[in-house]
Every structure is written in structure tokens, then in C-alpha cells.
């Protein structure tokens, strides 16, 4: 694998390694489910052999809350998309989905269509390295797009996307690596998709209060609240994708109803906290609450 190619998918290997990592805790205690994680992450093996209390351990070292809010991000969209595709939701749209593996761990209805969207390098990656009888690939298309530079539209289109079915749209860990510009020019163009359809969009954002008032981006009490939010956004940086974007609520709610969506939710680490953690005794305590990012639902009707 070449170096460029390592850089494009340092994020996407990120979040599959805490995938992995959540992946590896008996089935009463884990948030999600990911076998296939494994895969894309160098140095599977040793985060195997170290096991999930210790990897979560290590991962508190680095910032307290980072494995729950990412885990808990995948498990509120396994919800959302579970909740909706079996009412009549006949395509799902999965918009940078790096090493996501919903399309294929998932029980979805058998009539879905999938699109998953990415970098040419990073999907040719993630195809060499699935297995190849895998369950429901007939139903996945994949789709080359650079959002900072090139039509969604016009790839989705061209690879059989129908306007007039119902679609889910997620968005995950996604806004803060592309430029606003692209953000509001891809929303913008999921509004002109889906005009004739009734649509739900998932989107992450990250606050921009990290940068103006980073305590506020964490539970009360968290430690070294400030240093940990430049190590963050260093870390993203040094495996080649910087936070170049950060909003406001308020800024992604205009953008979203400039561009016909509704916000619907507006969660963190801090709402999701005793829906998937407390029922397994695994409760955040307030210190080591990690809500930088958050997570949006928004609809849009015909
Ligand atoms: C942090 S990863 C998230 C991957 C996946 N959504 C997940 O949560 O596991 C960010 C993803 O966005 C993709 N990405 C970043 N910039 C992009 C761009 N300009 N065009 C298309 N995809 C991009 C990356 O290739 C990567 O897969």
C-alpha cells in the first residue's frame, strides 16, 4: 500500500479501530458489533491480543470519552437506519463511508439498494480487503465521489440512484474533513435528488465551540479539557485529515432548512449516555463526557 493511500484512509481506520475495539467485549457488555472492522485496521492482531478493557483503557489515556462517543455515534445510525428502512425506505445512501460496514452486518430489508460513497483509493481498499462472498453485497453499489471537487449528483445518477424513492442519507464523521463550500454544495444537492421523495439525512458535525470555548465541548470536570481538544484535532491532522470545518448549531440548522431539511434531533455522547451505556454498567460519569461532535437527524418532505 502506498503512502498517499494510507493517508486517505487514516480516519476512516481510526473509527473501524474502535469498532474493532467495541467489537471485542463479551455480548452483554458491547454497544455494537463489528466483525468485519478487523480487517482495515493495522495492527488488528495486537489490539486483539490486548482485548477490549485494556484498548479502552489506552483509549481514556488519550482522551476520556473518545471510544464511547464514536461507538455511540455508530449505534445511533444502526438505529436510525434499522427504525426506518423497513417503512418504506427503498435507498440508502452511506456518504463517506470509509470502512463502514453497515451495508453488510446489518439486517436490512432484502429490497434495499445501497450506495456507499468515498474516494476511489479508499473504497478500492476496503473491496480487497472484504471477503468475497459477503451477505447482501448484490445490493451495494459503490460510488466514487470527491465532494470537495466533484457532482454527487451526477455519480449517484449515473450509477442508478432513482429520484423517486424514499431515501436514507448519513453523513458520519464526515463535515469537519471537507471545506463549507462542499458541505453546503452536497446538502444542496441531496435537496435537489430528493425534491419529489420523502428523505431523512444523518450528518455529524463537530462545534465550533472547541475552538472558541473548548471546556464546553466536555463533561464538568473534564480533565484538561483544553489540551485535549488540540491533541484531537493534531491527531486527525498528523494521519492527513485536518478539522478544516466546524459549525454552530445554529449554522447547521440554517444550512439544513436553506436546503429544505428539518432538524429533528440533535444528540451527543451526553443524551445516548444511559440509553446504550448505563443498561450494560458501562455508565460515563460526567468527567469523561465527549461531546464535541454531534449527531443530527433532519427530514425532508415532498
Ligand atoms: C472519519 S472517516 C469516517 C468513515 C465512516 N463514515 C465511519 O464513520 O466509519 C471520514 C471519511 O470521509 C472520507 N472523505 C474525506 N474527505 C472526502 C472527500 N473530499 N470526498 C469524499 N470522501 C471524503 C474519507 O475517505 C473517510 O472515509
Given at each position: 500500500?502506498?503512502?498517499?493511500?494510507?493517508?486517505?484512509?487514516?480516519t476512516a481506520q481510526g473509527v473501524a479501530k474502535q469498532r474493532l475495539i467495541e467489537s471485542l467485549a463479551k455480548p452483554g457488555?458491547?454497544?455494537?458489533?463489528?466483525?468485519?472492522?478487523?480487517?482495515?485496521?493495522?495492527?488488528?492482531?495486537?489490539?486483539?491480543?490486548?482485548?477490549?478493557?485494556?484498548?479502552?483503557?489506552?483509549?481514556?489515556?488519550?482522551?476520556?470519552?473518545?471510544?464511547?462517543?464514536?461507538?455511540?455515534?455508530?449505534?445511533?445510525?444502526?438505529d436510525l437506519i434499522e427504525k426506518s428502512t423497513p417503512d418504506k425506505v427503498e435507498q440508502y445512501?452511506?456518504?463517506?463511508?470509509?470502512y463502514d460496514s453497515r451495508a453488510y452486518r446489518l439486517k436490512l430489508p432484502s429490497g434495499l439498494k445501497i450506495f456507499e460513497v468515498d474516494q476511489p483509493e479508499v473504497q478500492e481498499r476496503k473491496r480487497s480487503k472484504l471477503p468475497d462472498?459477503?451477505?447482501?453485497?448484490?445490493?451495494?453499489?459503490?460510488?466514487?465521489?470527491?465532494?470537495n471537487h466533484q457532482s454527487l449528483k451526477e455519480q449517484l445518477l449515473n450509477a442508478g440512484?432513482?429520484?423517486?424513492?424514499?431515501t436514507v442519507f448519513t453523513l458520519e464523521g464526515v463535515s469537519q474533513y471537507i471545506t463549507r463550500e462542499a458541505l453546503n454544495s452536497t446538502l444542496n444537492e441531496l435537496a435537489?435528488?430528493?425534491?419529489n421523495s420523502n428523505t431523512t439525512l444523518f450528518m455529524s458535525y463537530v462545534n465550533s465551540l472547541l475552538r472558541e470555548d473548548p471546556k464546553a465541548c466536555f463533561g464538568k470536570g473534564y480533565p484538561n479539557a483544553a489540551k485535549?481538544?488540540?491533541?484531537?484535532?493534531?491527531?486527525?491532522?498528523?494521519?492527513?485529515?485536518?478539522?478544516?470545518?466546524?459549525?454552530?448549531?445554529?449554522?447547521?440548522?440554517?444550512?439544513?432548512?436553506?436546503n429544505r431539511f428539518s432538524l429533528t434531533?440533535?444528540?451527543?455522547?451526553a443524551n445516548l449516555n444511559s440509553k446504550y451505556f448505563t443498561p450494560i454498567g458501562r455508565t460515563i460519569p460526567e468527567n469523561h463526557i465527549f461531546k464535541i461532535e454531534h449527531f443530527v437527524v433532519a427530514k425532508s418532505k415532498v
Open positions: 500500500m502506498s503512502n498517499s493511500i494510507f493517508r486517505k484512509d487514516g457488555k458491547r454497544v455494537i458489533y463489528d466483525p468485519y472492522a478487523e480487517k482495515f485496521v493495522l495492527g488488528a492482531g495486537i489490539i486483539k491480543l490486548m482485548g477490549h478493557k485494556f484498548s479502552v483503557w489506552l483509549s481514556k489515556k488519550f482522551a476520556p470519552g473518545f471510544h464511547e462517543h464514536l461507538i455511540s455515534r455508530t449505534r445511533f445510525i444502526d445512501v452511506i456518504l463517506g463511508a470509509g462472498e459477503i451477505h447482501n453485497a448484490e445490493n451495494v453499489t459503490y460510488v466514487s465521489v470527491d465532494f440512484f432513482d429520484e423517486s424513492k424514499s435537489v435528488l430528493t425534491q485535549r481538544a488540540k491533541l484531537i484535532t493534531y491527531g486527525s491532522a498528523k494521519v492527513g485529515e485536518p478539522w478544516i470545518s466546524l459549525y454552530s448549531a445554529e449554522e447547521i440548522e440554517d444550512l439544513l432548512s436553506q434531533e440533535n444528540k451527543t455522547l
